[in-house]
Structures are given as C-alpha cells and as structure tokens.
DNA sequence: CTCTTCATGTGACGTTGTCATACGAACCAA
DNA sequence: TTGGTTCGTATGACAACGTCACATGAAGAG
C-alpha cells in the first residue's frame, strides 16, 4: 500500500507543515524540532533524515510559502480575461495578504538564504519570474519591467514589513498600509 | 574618581557596545550573553543587573542604533544652507549606508519591538519625527509630508531588506538598489 | 566603624540543536 | 520462503544557551 519512499515523503511533507504551522501559531521560538516532530507524529531526531539542520528545515517551510504564492499568481496569468493592470494590482495586493495572514512565514520568506538552499531559491526566483511578466504586460517595454517591477516589489516588501513590526502607524504617518500601496500603484505603474 | 552609579553606567555602556560589536561582527547567533559579558569585561550573568533578559538587551542596541542614525538627521537639519531637496536626499541614503554597513545591526532596528521597550520605541519615533520633518521640508503641504514620507520610508527599507537578503539581484531585476534609490525618489518625491 | 545597598561572580537547571548508535521494517536475491 | 542489506526512525548523550538563586565584596550612609 504504502512503499517505504512514499512513507518518506509523507513523513517529509508532515514534518514541512508542522513547522509552518508552528510558525504561523507561536512565531518563530516555537519552531522547536522536538515540537516539529511530535507535532507531524515522529521522534525529535526524525527531521535529520531529511534535513541536514533546522536551517534547511526552514528554508523547506520558506520555498513552500513561495510555492503556494507562485500558484495564485499563476492562476492571475492564467485569467486571460483580466486587464493587466487588474492582474498587477492583484499580485500585489495577494502578496501583502500573505504578509498580514501569515507574518512570521512572509518574514522568513524575504529572509536571507544564508547558505545552499536550491529549493528555496528556485522557488523565489519563479515567483518574481512571474511577477515580471506580470510587470511586463503592464509597462510595455520589456527592459522597463525589470527596474520597474523591482521598484515595485521593494516598495511592497517595505510597506509590509514596516506594517509587521508595528512602524508604521497611521497616528505616525497619517497613511495606512493600503493607502501606500495605491499611492504605490498610481505613481510607480 | 568613579563612583558606584558611574561604574554601573559604564558597564551598561560597555554591554551595549559589546553586543553591537557581536552583531555587526558575526550575526544575531553570535550574540550570547556569555560573549557579550566576556567582550565587555564582566561575567555571563552580569547583564542581568542591567536588562531583564536578553530582549531588552538587544532593544538597548537597537534604540543605540536609532539615535545614532537621529545624530545625522539632527546634523542635516542643523545644516541650514542645505537644499531641502538634498536634505532628503542624503537623510535616505545614509540609512541606506547603515543598511548596508551593519546590516544585522539594521535587521534589528526594523525588528518589531515585540514587548516593552521605551527607549527603543523612542529612538525610532524620534528618528521618524526628524524624517517627517525633512520630508514636510521639501513637499510644502504639511498634509502630503505624512504619507509621502511614509511612502519613501517604507520603500527605502524594502530596497534594503531585499537587497540584504540577495533577493535584489542586478541579474534578475536589471536594477541596483541605488538606482531604485533614485527612481523612487524622482517618482515619489 | 557598622550597617546597608547593589553590582557582580558562580553554581545550577531546563531547553535546544546536534551527533552516535541501535532498532526494525521494507526491499532484494536466492 | 529465507537470508542479508538498506534506510527511516527512536533514543541516549553532549555542549551551549538563557535564566535563576545565592554568595561575595566593595561603595555609600549613619
């Protein structure tokens, strides 16, 4: 029924969304290996037939976060009937929900790949492939897309970030983080 | 000559520096209260007499940081024969120096303050008064400084954030940080 | 000079990441 | 079926860490 490298790849999968949901719920002191084990079902030293430390661990949890936002923005490419701009507006705004949802998961998605994480990095590379594209059709010349869409997503990143750690109050700026991001749209796009 | 609240001042001191060196030198996972005592002189448990735990120790070397980065503000605001325009300008491009220079130290100043920690909640709404300012400076409604700024603030920091984490590559986006420092400035302000 | 205060030093405890080792079930060959 | 191999898993152990309880010793007050 199952085979012995099918029950791995469960064991793997359970492991990869244990932790992800202990980040979602404690943050990320709360990702313990021991409580990433018992939570997928399997001992404390489980994840070191996968991973070789918790490092590639969490850069597993961050390349699925990316993978999940790679989807939706492919299903924005996919809708033919969108108007471009429509389908801009949406990627950003997608990603910005993810980083209210889920903040400790966004943050370690912008976080640093320290050291050889192929998976993780395919993954981010795929999504802001697909944001270009997205840019592309927008701005019609295609060496604009690359500046512009990267003035874009900076600008995105920094209003969600600074929204996350509690910077950026509207009695600070008089200005919300969806206001920015309009303002984001109506002078940058 | 040194008297028992001087030599206590001088200890705090003397931690806070020690673990802002850690941190700039060897990362956040270099900064154990161990080596920030050995570095400053004193035992592992000293820090203890000083800070409640380890968090308020590194909000200490954020709220430190901040006021750095006020000091330059104070320095271009003082400068009176200074076009407001390169006021805001230079005001962005030294935090983005700091970003660049220490950039473990600048992860942490745009950390979260999760809990209590008033001097470094301080430091920051100082610095973001002083930039409001600069920024009113240029844009001559004092209604428009708050977003406007609020806009530049947040981008800047994602510029960096991306950059720092190697997500902002020229090969990707065709793009450098600084030339996205300057997009963003003709655009936005 | 005595007593108090308080920063500091030290031992100890629980937790964590990680490694070495042992176990056992799934696979393969006969 | 039978025997041996592979490999995911479980467990014991260790060093390092944050933190606490307690001891120490010198500075300041009377």
Redesign the pocket.
Known sequence: MV??????AA??RALVDAAADLLDEGGPDA?????V?ARA??????P???F????HLLAAVAAKSWQEVGDRLDELIADRALPPAVRLERSLAGLMEVGRRRPHAYALMFAAPTEEHPDAIAAVSRTHDQFLAIVAEVVKGPDRAGPLGALLMTSLHGIVAMENSGQLTPEKWHVTGDELLRMLIARIA
Chains 1, 2 share one sequence.
């Open positions: 085979s012995r490298v099918e029950s791995a064991t793997r990702v313990t290996l021991r409580a084990g079902g399997v001992s404390r030293g489980a070191y037939g996968h070789p430390d918790k490092e």
